[in-house]
């Protein structure tokens, strides 16, 4: 789970409970809401409502898993150029294919950036190829040249 506590909004414990146990480890299974709620002693739709709420309110920005996609496939990091004034038709644009995520703003002629996750890379040349079309602006793809693992999971201090 990518988390943004930033904003001010009480938290249940079972909110907290989420944040804390779930920024890594997520069930990767059929029902993974219900593996949570299990191990939560709560139930399926108390652990779906706890999330809707937090997504909504800002503090969650993403719920799901992370995969190695050297494993998983073809990935790169692209970016484009986009004036300020469609960023966020753009970006809705960009968001609405399935192999995009991390999608974010930056303060550079390159102000739009997001990773895109192919099955092979033939798959992930034609999805670029798709977002140049839909958008009107060129993409410019990085490519990985060596990883590092940065483990940014962060246990939240609730008594503060």
Do not use: C
């Amino acid at each position: 789970m990518n988390t943004n506590v930033t904003m001010t909004m009480t938290m249940s414990s079972l909110d907290q409970q989420l944040i804390n146990e779930y920024q890594k480890g997520l069930p990767v299974t059929s029902r993974p809401y219900l593996d949570m709620a299990k191990r939560l002693n709560v139930t399926e739709k108390e652990v779906i409502e706890s999330l809707d709420r937090l997504s909504k309110a800002g503090v969650l920005s993403r719920v799901g898993p992370v995969f190695n996609h050297k494993k998983a496939g073809a990935s790169v990091l692209a970016a484009m150029a986009v004036p300020e004034d469609q960023m966020q038709a753009i970006a809705e644009v960009v968001n609405a294919f399935d192999g995009v995520n991390h999608n974010y703003a930056r303060e550079h002629e390159f102000n739009l950036w997001f990773v895109v996750t192919a099955p092979d890379h033939a798959q992930l040349d034609i999805t670029i190829s798709e977002i140049e079309q839909e958008s009107g602006y060129p993409v410019m793809s990085l490519p990985m040249v060596k990883s590092y693992y940065i483990d940014l999971g962060f246990k939240i201090n609730w008594d503060n």
